[in-house]
C-alpha cells in the first residue's frame, strides 16, 4: 500500500486579487495559487490541497496578518455553513469583486469585444432578501471540532443545510440571515415539537425517517407558504405535526406536504397536497401579481428581481409595436412585466406547472397579449413555430446556470432576431454562450446586478445588437 503524498505548504503568501467562485488567489513559481476564503491583502500560510501543473487550489491554514479588507462575519454558522461564504468582505468590496467577475468571464471564457461595464446594481436589503429556503432533515447532525473533541454525546438530528461536500451531514441552523419574517421561528418550532414528540430525522443512507425537508416561501405581500417533505407515511404524526404549525403559526397562507419516499430529493414529479389555506402565494412587482406555487421558479430576490426586470424593459427599448419571444419564462415574471409595452409576448419554459402559473398570471393582471408553451426550449424556435407565432423582433432569454443548450444557440442563430437581451446567473456560461453568439451579434451594453448578497454569484444583463443593423 503506497504512502499518503504529504500536501505542500506555501509560507507567508500574500493573497493580490480576487478570482471567480469566490477564491482569492496569487501566482507562486509560475502558476497560479487559488485559495478558499483568501481576501486581498492577507499574509497567510496555505496548504495545497490539488497541486496541478499551471495552478493549485488551496486552503488557508494560517493567517499571519489580515488584510485591511476584511469584515467581521456577522453570523454563527460562517465558516461552517455553504452559504453567505463572502460574509468576510465589505458589501462595497463584494460589488467591486462581482462586477470583476463578469468581466473576466468576458475576457478570459469568451474571449469577447464589449464595452465598459456599467455600474454593478447592489441589493438594498442585503440580508433577509431570499424568498424561498429548503431546510434538509437528517439524523446525521455535523459535529464541531470542539464537540467530538469533548467526547460528549450530542443530539445528532438537524435542521438546516447541508455540510458543503458532504452528502449526509446537516449544519443544525439556529438563526439564519437570508430570509426574514417567521422562517427562522417555524424552522425552530419544527425543531422543538420534533424532539418534544420523538419524531425520527431522514437517514440518506438508509432512505427512512419521518421528517425530510422543510421548504419556506414568502413574499413582499406577507404572504406565507410551508412545504414539509416526509420520508414516509405516518398518517397520526403527520396530521399531529401539521396541526401544530397551523395553529402556532395561524398567518400561514399556505401549508402543504408531500410524502416522498424515493431515493433523492425533488418532488416535480411528486403530489403536493394542501392541508390549509391555497396552493399558492401571491408575490406583487410594481403593480403585477405572480401566483407561486410550490413547483415554481420565481427569483429569489424579489427585491432585486423588481429592478432586474424594469433594467430589461428600459433596455428593450420597446414601442408597442413588437413581438417578443422570452426563452426560460418560469412563471411568466418577465413576460408578464413587459407585456403592456409591446404587441405580443411569446413565453417557453420547460416546466408544465410554471406555464400553468404563467397563463393563470396573465388572466390574473388582465394581460392579453402573452402565449405560453411548455417544453423544452431546443424543440421550439423551428420555421413551423416562428411562422405561428409571428418572427420576434426582441428575444429574452433567462436560462438556468448551465447556460443555454448549444442547439437552442443555433436556433437563435438561424432566427436572428435583430436585437436579444441576454439574463444571466452565470456570467461564465453567459459568456460561452456569447462567443457563439458573436458570430451575428455584437455587445452593445452589459449591466451586473446583485441578486445574491454575501454570495459570489452575480446576475448580469448583456444587450446584443445583429452586426447588420
Not at 452528502?167 to 421561528?185: A, M, P, R, T, W
Not at 425537508?213 to 403527520?238: A, H, K, Q, W, Y
Amino acid at each position: 500500500m503506497g504512502r499518503k503524498r504529504k500536501q505542500k505548504t506555501i509560507e507567508g503568501a500574500t493573497i493580490t486579487d480576487m478570482a471567480a467562485k469566490g477564491k482569492g488567489f496569487f501566482r507562486h513559481d509560475g502558476k497560479v495559487i487559488f485559495v478558499e476564503d483568501g481576501v486581498p491583502g492577507d499574509v497567510v500560510d496555505v496548504r495545497l490541497k490539488r497541486n496541478k501543473r499551471d495552478y493549485a487550489i488551496g486552503e488557508i491554514t494560517q493567517l499571519h496578518q489580515a488584510s485591511t479588507l476584511r469584515a467581521k462575519p456577522f453570523c454563527a454558522h460562517f465558516g461552517t455553513c455553504g452559504g453567505c461564504k463572502w460574509q468576510y468582505l465589505p458589501y462595497d468590496m463584494q460589488l467591486r469583486f462581482k462586477s470583476q467577475i463578469v468581466e473576466e468571464a468576458f475576457k478570459h471564457i469568451g474571449r469577447l469585444t464589449f464595452p465598459p461595464l456599467n455600474p454593478i446594481l447592489g441589493s438594498e436589503p442585503n440580508r433577509y432578501y431570499r424568498n424561498r429556503l429548503d431546510f434538509s432533515c437528517s439524523n446525521k447532525r455535523w459535529l464541531t471540532t470542539e464537540e467530538i473533541a469533548s467526547g460528549d454525546v450530542f443530539n445528532r438530528d438537524a435542521i438546516g443545510f447541508h455540510k458543503p461536500g458532504m452528502f449526509d451531514k446537516v449544519i443544525d441552523v439556529e438563526h439564519c440571515y437570508l430570509q426574514g419574517g417567521l422562517s427562522n421561528d417555524i424552522r425552530n418550532a419544527v425543531r422543538a415539537y420534533a424532539i418534544e414528540k420523538q419524531l425520527t430525522y431522514y437517514d440518506v443512507r438508509e432512505h427512512q425517517g419521518f421528517l425530510r425537508s422543510l421548504i419556506i416561501r414568502t413574499s413582499t405581500l406577507d404572504e406565507l407558504m410551508v412545504v414539509v417533505m416526509f420520508g414516509e407515511e405516518n398518517e397520526v404524526e403527520r396530521e399531529a405535526l401539521l396541526t401544530y404549525l397551523a395553529s402556532t403559526f395561524p398567518s400561514i397562507t399556505s401549508l402543504q406536504y408531500v410524502i416522498n419516499t424515493k431515493k433523492n430529493d425533488t418532488f416535480y414529479d411528486l403530489d403536493i397536497v394542501v392541508w390549509k389555506g391555497r396552493d399558492y402565494i401571491f408575490e406583487q412587482l410594481e403593480d403585477k401579481r405572480y401566483k407561486i406555487s410550490p413547483k415554481s421558479f420565481f427569483q429569489t430576490n424579489p427585491f432585486q428581481a423588481e429592478k432586474l426586470y424594469q433594467l430589461v424593459r428600459e433596455k428593450a427599448q420597446l414601442s408597442g409595436k413588437e413581438i417578443v419571444y422570452d426563452l426560460y419564462t418560469g412563471t411568466g415574471s418577465i413576460a408578464i412585466f413587459i407585456a403592456a409595452h409591446c404587441q405580443k409576448v411569446v413565453g417557453i419554459e420547460e416546466v408544465p406547472a410554471a406555464i400553468e402559473d404563467a397563463q393563470f398570471n396573465a388572466s390574473l393582471n388582465n394581460v392579453d397579449n402573452t402565449v405560453f408553451y411548455a417544453g423544452d426550449v431546443k424543440t421550439f424556435l423551428d420555421p413551423q413555430f416562428i411562422s405561428a407565432n409571428g418572427t420576434p423582433d426582441l428575444l429574452i432569454t433567462d436560462p438556468p446556470r448551465a447556460g443555454m443548450h448549444a442547439d437552442v444557440v443555433q436556433k437563435i442563430l438561424a432566427m436572428a432576431p435583430p436585437r436579444i437581451i441576454y439574463v444571466s446567473c452565470n456570467p461564465a456560461t453567459q459568456a460561452r454562450d456569447l462567443q457563439l453568439l458573436s458570430e451575428k451579434y455584437q455587445i452593445e451594453e452589459v449591466q451586473p446586478v446583485d441578486m445574491f448578497p454575501h454570495t459570489y454569484h452575480v446576475e448580469n444583463i448583456a444587450v446584443l445588437k445583429r452586426n447588420d443593423i
